[in-house]
């Protein structure tokens, strides 16, 4: 097996609060969201583009995020919203791949939205082959309008994942993967 191959066999999201720093300073981000926009592209309308959250930045959006918890949730303990506060605090890079699809009159929206989770996938790849762990993920701040307007979202564009990278600090174990006689057909073979 290739090493590329050998990396995907071996490959396990780390969830950021298994990560810690140093992330990729800003001369290795420029190298990843390039290999990331790298992607199959049907129509090349580049329907994607990229927010990064680093550093102090970081603690903008998890304020966002509290408030929003907050205001949604007005008995929740502390402790609670802390951990709505922690979900952008423990990476220390935080990718916002935003979808940008639009109405075509050729390329459907699906397809222009698969592009953006295939930039996801490409940034998540690159992202391990230069040694950081990573993790793609939603949840609620991908879905609400209070977030993604402090993250410059226009009401068009969507989250198609926070692609969040750092070091581990454990190795996860392996988990269990889909059988692969369930989910392959050999066409004509039935
Ligand atoms: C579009 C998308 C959104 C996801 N959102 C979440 C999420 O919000 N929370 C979560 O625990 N896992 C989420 N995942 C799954 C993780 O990224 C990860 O794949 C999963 O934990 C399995 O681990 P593995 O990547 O090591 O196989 C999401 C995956 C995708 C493709």
Request: charged fraction near 20%.
């Amino acid at each position: 097996m290739s090493e590329m191959m050998t990396m995907m066999a071996r490959r396990r999201s780390v969830p950021p609060a298994g990560m810690k720093g140093p992330g990729p300073d800003r001369g290795q981000l420029e190298q990843l969201l390039t290999l990331a926009a790298r992607v199959p592209d049907h129509g090349k309308l580049a329907p994607f583009r990229f927010v990064v959250i680093a550093g102090a930045a970081r603690e903008r959006l998890a304020e966002a995020v509290a408030a929003a918890a907050r205001a949604d949730l007005p008995g929740a303990t502390a402790a609670a919203i802390a951990a709505e506060r922690a979900r952008f605090t423990q990476a220390p890079v935080i990718v916002a791949v935003v979808s940008t699809a639009r109405p075509h009159p050729k390329i459907p929206l699906w397809e222009q939205q698969l592009c953006a989770g295939a930039a996801c996938m490409a940034l998540t790849l690159a992202a391990n082959a230069m040694g950081f762990v990573t993790s793609w993920l939603t949840g609620w701040p991908a879905f609400d309008r209070r977030v993604l307007n402090v993250l410059g979202l226009a009401p068009h564009e969507r989250i198609a994942g926070y692609v969040h990278i750092g070091q581990a600090t454990a190795t996860p174990p392996e988990r269990e993967r889909p059988d692969m006689t369930q989910i392959v057909t050999w066409f004509g073979e039935e």
